[in-house]
Structures are given as C-alpha cells and as structure tokens.
C-alpha cells in the first residue's frame, strides 16, 4: 500500500551539455473529507464499548488501556493508507504539470547562459573582443540573469585575466584556479574540449555555486577558458514558482546528507514528506532534496467533530488510569514510609560515624550553653570525658585564653554563642589557647528547629597547634639572621625606627652603633668560609655579653653589625663602643694551627628629637664607620654635625646615588671642546669629549662635583663604558660628523686602566668598526699610567695596534713623569694646566712648560698645552713651538651636536 504512495514523485531529466541532471518533486496526497467521518465514527464506536465493558475494565490492568490505545492507532493507520491510496492518481497530473515546468525553465536558462558564452568564445577566437566590450556585453548580460555571477575569462595558465562584473570581484584577478572543483572541472574542460559543468561549491564571491566551464581554441592552440559561475540559490528561485514554496521546500545535498543550499527551505515549518534524488552529472554526488510541508487541510467542523470524540476517549482512559492507581497507592505510600524509616536509621548512623572520625573538635551545646556532647576529639582537647562534662557550662569544662594577651576569652566566647544562635550565620573566634597548651580556633554555629528558632549550637574546635608553632617559626626566620640568630636589617631598621619616633616624642637620646669587622676578608680568604661563619657566631656572643638586655644586637651584612642603644647618651654609649672594640682587640680566633687577631671600626650616631628619620640615622652611622676605616681601623669614630668630614663624605655617597641613576636613565650628557693647531691648519675637526651630568632641574653639573665620588666607590669604569657608547652611537647615528673628524679624545680613568674587562670591551667594539679606530684618541693620566705601568704599557699597545692613538694628560703634574716618559708609547704630550696657564707671567711655569715641549718633540710626540685663556699665553706657546692648544682662549665647552 505505502508503496504505491511512491508513485506520487515524478522523476524529470534535464540534458546538458556533457551531464544529465535529475530533478525529482514530490507532493504528499490531501486528507478527505472521508479521513474525518471515519475517524470520528471509530472513536464513539470505542466510547460506547468502554461503557458497556465498564466493570470489566476496572478489573484490568494496565495491559488492558494498552491495547486498546493500540487498536485505536492500528485502526488509524488503516484508515490513513487507504485515504492515501485513493487520491493518487487525482494528484499526478499537477505533479506532472510543476515537473515540466521546472525542467523547462531551468533547461532553457543553463542553454541560453552556454549558448552566449560561446558567442563570447567565438569572439575571443577572432580577438573581436577586448577588455572593455567583455566588460560592457557580459556585464549586461549578467545583470538580466540573476542566476548568474559573474562571468570570468582565465587564461591559458588558469590565471583569472578578466571578470564582468568587475564591481565587487576586483579581488578575484590575477588568482590562480586552486579551489578543488574549479581546478578538476578546467583541466577536464581543456583536455576533452568540451564545456563542463561542476558539482556545487562555496565560491569566493558568495555562497554555493557551480559553473560550466568552455575552453577557448585557435586551432590547436589553447588560448583559455570562460567560466559562468552560477549561484545555485538564485537559479533555484528563478525556475520555482513562488507560490509552489508555499506548499514545497527545495534543497540541494551532498551524497552524504551535507547540505549545499537551503534558501528555499522554511526553517519554521513542519516538513511532512521528504525525497532525495540525484541531481548532477553522475558520480558527481549531489542531489536534490524536496520537502512537502505540513498543511492546515481539514474543515472547520471536522476538526471539531474530531476533537470531541478524541476528548471523550481521552476523558474515559484518564477515569480507568485513576481507578488503577487507587488500588495501588497505599501499596505505594507504605513502601515510601518504610524506605523512610531506613533513610532516617541510615543517616542517624552516618552522622554517629562522622562525629567520632572528623578531626575538629566538635562540643554540642542546648539553648541555656550547657553541653550535650563531645567527640573523641573535644575529650582529647578538654581533657573531659563526654559523660562528665555532659550538663557542664562550656568555661567549667574548657577555660580559653587568648594568644595575644593571655587574658581570659569567657565573655567572648560567650558572646560569640549569642550572636550564633541569634543570628543566621556562623561566628568564628580568633586565634585562642587552651589550658592543655592547645592553639585553636572556634566555630560556633546554631542549631535550628523547622520554624527556624535556635534551639542549641555546635562549637567547632580546629586545633592550629602544629601550624601556629611554624607560622612562629617563619616569623622568626623572617626578622632574624640564619647563622648568628641576631635580627637581621630589616627588623633593626623597624626597631630603629621606633627609636626615632620615641626620641622626637619623648625628648630622650638613644645611640647608634655602626660596626664593621676588620681583617674579617682575611680570614675568610686565608682558612675558608666555614671559618669566616664560625667566627661570626664567636663574636656575636662576645658582643652580645656586653651591651645591656633593653639593647639591639643586629646583623646588617656580611661583617658589618648595629648595636641601637636605647636610652643611652653619647658618653654612656662612647664607654660602650669602646667596651666592645676593647673585648674584640683583645680576642684571638683560633682555627686550626692559625691565629688571627681583629678589630672593629666603629661609627657611633646620637638619636634624638633633631633625627630626621632612621634611614638618615642608619646612612651617617655607616659614613662615620667609614671615617673610622679611613682614620686607620680599630677605632670609634663619633659623628657631630660640625664634621666637616663626615659631612664631606656623606656627600659623596648621595652623588653615588646620583650616578647610578644617572646611568640608568641616561642623564649625562656629552660636551666637546676644539683643540687647536698653532702650526699647519689641519681639514677636518679635532676635539676632547667632556662629560656633565644633567640636574633634576635641568640644570648641568661639572665633573669636578661627582668625580671624586665615582673615582672612591669604584663607579668610573661603569661612567667610562657610557662615554665610549654613547660617542659611538653617536657616530652611527649622525655619519657626517664621523666623516669631518679628524680625531676625538676620550679620557679612561685609572680603574678603567687597570681592569682587563674594560680592555676586552674596548677591543671587541671597534673590532667591530675598524674605520672609527684612526679617529679616536684615549688620554690616560700620568698618574694612572705610572701607578701599573706594565698594565698601562699593555692596554696602550693593544689598542694601538688597531690604530687608535693616545695622549698623556695632566704631564708634569707628576716630578717623577720624565723617568717613565719613555716607556709608554704614546703620541700626544698634554702639559698639566697648572704650569700653562701662568705661563707669560711666571718665568718657572714657562721653564716647566719648555722642558716639557723640548722632551715630548725629541721623542717625536706632538704636545698640547692645556687651560689656555687669553691671547698673551697663546701667543707665547707659539713661541715655544707648542704643537696644540685646548682651553677658553681658542673654544669653550660645547653640546656634542648643536
């Protein structure tokens, strides 16, 4: 019977060019009138033989409403089909008139599309058809086709040449045919010379799409192919008749169910029939899927009709399903009541069990705080058994003192199970202690009723006991020195502060040790670290026996100790510096078969209500320990303001810090000044780099102000790499600059000198750049020279050997400089300008600056005088035969770049 249904689908083949497509439309039969009348006959038939079997029904089961539900749908089904087959054969012929429509329409719009570009192919053969008539003639065409895309011209290496339209495809010229579909349907178009069409596909110019594809022949000769690219959409609406799509859904799928289109399906609708049939060439897998929806088909009255009998036959089921639920309901609730009273017994156990084995303390108290009960735990805490304490108030059985102040914790607590039991939450007490040593800390929630009244609480008692001892354990490690067990810098600096903050307050004097070991690095050095350590814990008991119990032993650095003396004036702590500098010069350290003997050096501060701050404090004791180094060790140097010293000192280190961020954020800034040759004029420049540093308010500071700073704490090489860097960079970054060069002079201090490093950095860069090397000039001082002459003698001929040159400043400073003279190999004598700048008018600064000039020629060095400031020196320098001369009389100090 469902077989002959089938009949109702109507196959239709469209031909085309090399490929024959399918098109197959099916349309669901329409129910009669009959489907209705039968229907409704059939449900009061089964209303009156339900009536007439009553008390037989409320008798069966639940097997006796199944098939009877069953018999109904059976007689339905029936009912249906033979509906179905009836209708046939009326509904054939309008299928038949849809189908042929369809195969007409599409027929003729894929033909009339090849038929017009093979009118553009037989152009194309007899070059007739240029860029801008393709443009112009397929553009038109394509705007009255809407099935149409575009219609493209590929060349013979399948490079896109040209598209109509060209708006919206510009993107597509000049790409090659990658895609899959294309590039299978082009080759195969090309080798059969025949056009060819291709499955669906996404183009790049929108959603599915197929093209046929004509190759373009001269002859032999494969000029190119045409390709009309088809939107399948658009093709599908314009062959579908629109109100055919109220009643009709078309798709086109793949062989595996993908779906290629869908625009002419309603997302909205029921579908009520469905059929797939191929659609494309064959083996090319896609077909086309059309759906029946489901229609409102029936009349007024037989859906009224039809609802009436089918709510009398639901009506007498639901009274039969009541009636058999009645007969098992207290079948039922006995079985809920018993499963219930398991449930109750199993939970009751389950908290018993949970009780004994959690491991918090857990004490249950009644509304008046009187305890109920104690888990194995809480015994173990309180020291009371459950039974004994049961009745018991809580502060009789387990008395809490609080951590921080050990003061009783009994109205706390008690106030803690108020606002528990009155409130909705929780309470938690702080860190408290137990009178059997316990840390612990307590949980108090109530217990409530159904009504939501409190009618007892439980204490919850976490022991913290283990985690308390190590949190003291961290705290200690924190502010305490591992090895000698004092308090290490950070805590003495809070102590420190504190004291600070007590004299500007209290008006009271305290005093400050700063303390640094010496001769500590020769022990290290000599026996090892593990000597230097055990040292280190032997003096902290020594000094440790001698300073008082309110005073601050503290570790600051490796050897370097504080002491902060707490109500102690100055002379009360001098007699304690000294005390301590005493026991220590007498103490010999014994390690092995050596003997070692040290001394400390001592910086003593006053704190009083004038201390600024305890960083202040802390960094003028370190510069009087300093003071008591300088002034040769094992001594108590006293800090007063009126030390001028000090005060000298002090000021250095704050340029120390100066420097260093003046390095980090660059803010020295580079100055030239010209020297000039008083005998042939030379073409190009000639210069010495001067360094300033660059103020905060942007005002420039001289080297005489941070120098001796840089040269006592070691941070000359760091100021020396900046200055070689930032020249070079310099060069790099402005080329016409390095080309008028003739040479710049760059002065290395005597750290620089000295520290191999310095000369492997030096070396690598301008191995690097060898055209700088003959323009580059580094002055040394007589003094750095002399001090290493071997290292001086190695780093001078190392670099000259990469052609750099070199100058000895400040000559004749030094009585000692002529002896050494002819050891370095230098090419430039500058005379110090202390002799030169005196010179017309002081016969012995002329004498000095003579012989210096005489003694640099006949070792065939060229001089330069420096600090020449008027015309009278100049012109006397001539005299001399001087070859340079450098100061205010021939050019002052300027930018590197103007």
């Known amino acids: 019977m469902f077989a002959e249904a089938e009949k109702t689908a109507l196959m239709v083949d469209i031909d085309l060019p090399n490929s024959v497509w399918q098109l197959v439309i099916k349309q669901d039969t329409k129910p009669l009138t009959l489907i209705s009348n039968i229907v409704i006959l059939a449900c009061m038939a089964m209303v009156l033989l339900i009536y007439f079997f009553r008390q037989m029904l409320y008798k069966l089961t639940w097997t006796g409403p199944a098939a009877l539900a069953g018999s109904f749908i059976l007689l339905c089904a029936v009912i249906i089909g033979l509906s179905y087959y009836s209708i046939n054969n009326e509904q054939r012929q309008q299928l038949l008139e849809k189908a042929e429509i369809i195969r007409v329409d599409i027929r003729k719009r894929l033909k009339g599309s090849l038929n017009y570009i093979g009118l553009l192919t037989m152009a194309r053969t007899s070059d007739n058809l240029t860029r801008e008539e393709f443009q112009q003639r397929a553009s038109h065409y394509v705007s009255t086709h809407p099935e149409l895309i575009n219609i493209t011209w590929i060349d013979a290496q399948f490079i896109i040449g040209n598209v109509a339209p060209l708006a919206g495809n510009e993107q597509i010229i000049g790409l090659k045919i990658d895609l899959k579909e294309p590039r299978r349907a082009s080759r195969l178009a090309k080798e059969l010379r025949l056009p060819i069409y291709t499955q669906p596909f996404v183009a790049i110019q929108g959603p599915a799409s197929f093209e046929v594809w004509v190759p373009v022949y001269r002859g032999n000769e494969f000029m190119g192919l045409f390709a009309g690219v088809y939107s399948v959409p658009n093709l599908l609406k314009t062959v579908v008749n629109h109100e055919f799509l109220h009643q009709f ?14 625009s002419l399906l309603k997302d909205n609708e029921d579908i009520r029939f469905s059929q797939t049939v191929a659609l494309s060439p064959p083996g090319y897998n896609i077909a086309l899927r059309l759906e029946r929806y489901q229609s409102q088909l029936w009349r007024w009255d037989m859906i009224v009709l039809s609802l009436l009998a089918f709510s009398l036959a639901i009506g007498v089921f639901w009274i039969m399903f009541i009636l058999l639920r009645a007969r098992t309901e207290l079948q039922q609730r006995y079985q809920q009541l018993s499963e219930a009273q398991g449930a109750l017994f199993r939970e009751k156990e389950l908290s018993q069990v949970t009780l004994l084995s959690i491991g918090e303390g857990v004490i249950t108290m009644d509304i008046n705080g009187k305890i109920n009960n104690l888990n194995p735990v809480a015994e173990t805490i309180t020291q009371w058994s459950s039974q004994e304490a049961e009745g018991q108030l809580l502060y009789q059985v387990m008395p809490l003192l609080d951590m921080t102040n050990q003061h009783s914790m009994e109205e706390s607590l008690l106030n803690c ?14 860190l408290l202690k137990s009178a059997q040593k316990y840390s612990l800390r307590c949980t108090v929630t109530s217990i409530k009723n159904k009504l939501g009244q409190a009618i007892g609480c439980v204490l919850i008692l976490h022991d913290i006991t283990e985690m308390h001892l190590i949190t003291q354990k961290l705290e200690h490690r924190a502010k305490h020195d591992s090895l000698t067990g004092l308090v290490n810098r ?21 005093s400050l040790l700063y303390i640094d070991l010496d001769q500590f690095k020769i022990v290290n050095d000599t026996c090892g670290h ?11 008991s020594l000094l440790q026996a001698h300073i008082r119990a309110s005073d601050t032993l503290a570790r600051l650095g490796g050897d370097e100790f504080g002491v902060l003396l707490m109500n102690c004036a100055l002379p009360q702590a001098e007699n304690t510096a000294e005390i301590l500098r005493q026991q220590v010069d007498e103490f010999r350290f014994i390690w092995h078969d050596k003997s070692f003997s040290l001394g400390l050096s001592i910086g003593l501060v006053v704190i009083d209500k004038n201390t600024e701050n305890h960083s202040q404090s802390l960094s003028t004791a370190d510069v009087a ?5 300088d002034g040769g060790r094992n001594r108590v140097h006293v800090y007063t303001e009126d030390d001028e010293e000090t005060s000298r000192r002090h000021g250095e280190m704050h340029w120390v810090a100066r420097i260093t961020a003046a390095l980090e954020n660059d803010s020295f800034v580079l100055y030239r000044q010209t020297i000039l040759p008083l005998g042939e004029i030379q073409a190009g420049t000639h210069y010495e780099l001067l360094l300033r540093l660059q103020a905060d308010d942007g005002t420039l500071v001289g080297p005489g102000a941070f120098l001796p700073a840089a040269e006592r704490y070691n941070m000359m090489i760091q100021i020396d790499r900046w200055v070689f860097n930032s020249a070079l960079k310099f060069f790099q970054q402005f080329p016409d600059e390095l080309n008028e060069l003739l040479l710049c002079s760059i002065n290395i201090s005597a750290q620089s000198l000295s520290d191999e490093a310095f000369l492997v950095f030096l070396k690598s860069s301008l191995e690097a750049y060898p055209q700088w090397c003959d323009k580059l000039c580094f002055e040394i001082t007589e003094t750095s020279a002399i001090r290493n002459i071997q290292q001086a003698k190695r780093f001078i001929s190392t670099l000259k050997a990469l052609g750099c040159r070199f100058a000895l400043d400040d000559f004749g400073s030094g009585m000692s400089s002529f002896g050494y003279l002819k050891n370095l190999p230098v090419d430039y004598l500058k005379i110090d300008g202390s002799f030169v700048k005196d010179c017309a008018r002081d016969p012995v600064d002329l004498a000095m600056v003579k012989s210096v000039n005489d003694v640099g020629h006949v070792m065939d060095m060229q001089t330069i005088a420096e600090w020449v400031e008027d015309e009278q020196t100049l012109a006397v320098l001539k005299t001399l035969g001087v070859n340079y001369v450098q100061g205010y009389a021939v050019g002052k100090p300027q930018p590197l770049r103007e």
């Open 530 to 540: 593990l000597a230097g350590d055990e040292l280190l814990v032997q003096l902290t």
């Open 249 to 262: 859904g078309v798709s086109m799928i793949t062989n595996d169910g993908q779906v290629v289109d869908r």
């Open 625 to 629: 320990c300093y003071m008591a180094k």
């Open 417 to 430: 199970i108020d606002e528990a039991m009155s409130g909705d939450s929780s309470s938690t007490m702080g």
């Open 490 to 510: 950070m805590e003495f600096e809070e102590r420190l502060e504190h004291a600070v903050s007590v004299a500007s307050t209290d008006d009271c004097q305290h």
